[in-house]
């Protein structure tokens, strides 16, 4: 039983000025001789008792000396390596020394800097998400400029974060500020700098080259140093707890239409976090005048590659195809890309170009390269099913050419439809193909209507020696009176 500090000074004061005896304080106080003893400093004393060694002692020096070299180092992978090493002890004891002996961090002091107008703007990316494209789903990315005095936003949605996608939305929020900074901050993405080396840095050619044109100096953060950027970052954390939070994304155009309502009529009229009393679209008014002037010629950022073009017809590009006319099958062309438009370049001239599709494994198709293709076809395939059909109806090349854009088995139609030319002949078929020409349908079920309305018009009978086959002998119908059912009655 632990004696507090008050029965402590008691059994002091009776026994050194009362001069009690030790029984007599025992036996009033309640308390064990030995405890009266302990108190007043009488008891014989213990021989030290020998400590035993931990089994981690050996290591000691080890761990000591692999934490230094490497602080951060996770205690359960120094266990690992005391293992190979003849450690028989536990997990937990090696956990526990470890969080005695790891060299606290210092806190870093930072200097903290505020940009001349039109001196410095940072970039940065933040992932959104999958959206929805055709064919499956694409990842989906803000863009954020920001310039470093003012803080005026420019965000924008993309799709590609590559070197060339990056050119594009720099040059865009060139036009958006009204000129460019003397310097564009970046961080170590891949579609900025190609490889680095302590502080030498190559980057990449397109960039390169863009920031020529607007005479800008490219910069690059230390590496693990997100607050070099800070301001891009607030930005970001900004938009995604004012902008993102509680709105769904439903397409690219979409976003990008709602974030510029977003950026002009929210972010830029907030106030200035730092100059207080002031808006940052008035900072912004002042830096604009600082800005260096855009190229009057906009920038080519265009993707430019060779491209090898299939057997088909196609081009590709991510993962779409693209059509070209049929006569450059097999051949290599030049494929010209930005966010919209995708040519096909030969030599100086352009031989097919498409809107830009941003789904996946998608077919895009234009009409004349797809007729050309099935001309030489329908050319080279004379005394077919098919060249029967057009020799008894000229117009069925329509109906043709729609089964082949429609990607729909062209053999299997052809068969049916042949059945069709046999059983009415060629008079009816052909009047009924010129109907569904005119009527735009290209469905074998409302052809064979369309056969059965022209023959019932032309009060025609039905062929059944074709249907019913030729082990039938008795074909023919022959009429009687039917008034022999009435007297039946």
Same mark, same amino acid.
């Given at each position: 039983?632990?004696?507090?500090? %008050? ?83 536990? /997990?937990?004891? +090696? ?7 790891? !060299? &606290? ?28 494209? !055709?064919? *499956? ?31 594009? &939305?720099? +040059?865009?929020?060139? =036009?958006?500020?009204? *000129? ?37 100096? $490219? ?59 002031? &808006? ?18 906009? !920038? ?9 073009? =299939? ?5 590709? /590009? =991510? ?6 006319? !049929? ?31 941003? *789904?996946?494994?998608? $077919? ?36 043709? %050419? ?46 064979? $209507? ?31 009176? $039917? ?7």
């Amino acid at each position: 039983m632990t004696l507090t500090s %008050e029965r402590e000074a008691d059994i002091r004061r009776l026994y050194f000025a009362e001069h009690w005896r030790i029984g007599t304080i025992a036996a009033q106080l309640g308390q064990h001789h030995d405890a009266i003893k302990r108190v007043l400093g009488l008891l014989p004393a213990r021989a030290p008792r020998s400590r035993r060694e931990r089994l981690i002692e050996p290591y000691v020096a080890f761990i000591t000396e692999t934490l230094a070299q490497y602080p951060r180092l996770r205690a359960s992978r120094i266990f690992d390596m005391l293992k190979a090493r003849g450690y028989a002890g536990s /997990l937990r004891t +090696v956990r526990k020394h470890v969080a005695e002996v790891r !060299p &606290s961090r210092s806190q870093e002091a930072f200097v903290q800097l505020e940009p001349l107008k039109g001196e410095q703007s940072q970039v940065d990316w933040a992932y959104v998400g999958k959206v929805a494209v !055709p064919g *499956g789903e694409r990842a989906l990315w803000i863009f954020v400029m920001v310039l470093s005095h003012s803080r005026v936003i420019f965000a924008e949605f993309v799709f590609d974060i590559g070197a060339h996608g990056l050119c594009r &939305s720099l +040059v865009r929020a060139a =036009d958006f500020f009204g *000129g460019s900074t003397r310097r564009w901050l970046f961080d170590n993405a891949k579609a900025v700098v190609i490889e680095r080396y302590g502080d030498a840095a190559r980057f990449h050619a397109a960039l390169v080259e863009l920031s020529g044109q607007y005479r800008v100096q $490219l910069r690059l953060c230390q590496v693990r140093k997100a607050n070099q950027k800070g301001k891009v970052e607030r930005a970001i954390r900004y938009l995604r707890e004012r902008f993102l939070a509680g709105r769904t994304i439903h397409s690219i155009d979409q976003g990008n239409r709602e974030m510029r309502i977003f950026l002009d009529e929210i972010a830029n009229c907030r106030p200035h976090p730092t100059l207080h009393g002031r &808006s940052v679209a008035d900072c912004w008014s002042e830096e604009r005048r600082a800005l260096l002037p855009v190229p009057e010629t906009s !920038p080519c950022t265009d993707l430019v590659i060779p491209v090898s073009i =299939d057997r088909y017809a196609n081009g590709r /590009l =991510d993962t779409n195809r693209y059509s070209v006319p !049929p006569a450059y099958a097999g051949r290599t062309l030049t494929l010209a890309a930005s966010d919209n438009i995708v040519r096909f370049i030969d030599g100086t001239k352009v031989i097919a170009q498409h809107s830009r599709c941003w *789904g996946r494994h998608q $077919l895009c198709e234009k009409q004349e390269h797809r007729r050309e293709l099935l001309r030489q076809k329908h050319q080279a395939m004379d005394g077919t099913g098919r060249t029967r059909l057009i020799a008894a109806s000229p117009a069925i090349e329509t109906l043709l %050419e729609r089964w082949v854009l429609e990607g729909r088995n062209l053999g299997n139609l052809v068969a049916r439809t042949l059945k069709l030319l046999d059983l009415y002949g060629q008079e009816v078929f052909a009047e009924a193909i010129g109907e569904a020409v005119q009527r735009k349908t290209a469905d074998l079920g409302a052809l064979a $209507l369309l056969c059965e309305q022209q023959r019932r018009g032309r009060l025609r009978p039905m062929p059944l020696d074709i249907t019913l086959g030729g082990h039938i002998n008795d074909r023919d119908v022959i009429p009687h009176d $039917l008034e022999k059912y009435d007297a039946c009655r």
